[in-house]
Nanobody
């Protein structure tokens, strides 16, 4: 089994910064993609940012220039640095990992989510 755990959410004022972290652990052979998604009340889950094991990144249009995703392949971790936060960034943020397990099958695994609230 594979476990994905997020940390680092919280309450921040508009214009502030937060850093989210995510670690994947368990029966992992390799990971080729990790990413962050978010879901606000009444809205669909959307891509925030993703990064391949080779370092190729992809960002949602609404966060480009404000958020930065980074990774540590050796530790199976991914971070999301969020700057210039806006109230519309308020959501539950989920980490996703595309994992090849030790039986060589590929699967997507999700964390439980961490709340980010941007409010004065």
């Amino acid at each position: 089994q594979v476990h994905v755990v997020e940390s680092g959410g919280g309450l921040v004022e508009p214009g502030g910064s937060l850093r989210l972290s995510c670690v994947a652990s368990g029966s992992i052979f390799r990971i080729n993609l990790m990413g962050w998604y978010r879901q606000a009340p009444g809205k669909e889950r959307e891509l925030v940012a993703a990064i391949t094991s080779g370092g190729i990144t992809n960002y949602g249009d609404s966060v480009k220039g404000r958020f930065t995703i980074s990774k540590d392949n050796a530790k199976n971790t991914v971070q999301l640095q969020m700057n210039s936060l806006k109230p519309e960034d308020t959501a539950v943020y989920y980490c996703n990992a595309r994992v090849q397990q030790i039986d060589y099958n590929w699967s997507n695994f999700w964390g439980q989510g961490t709340q980010v609230t941007v409010s004065s």
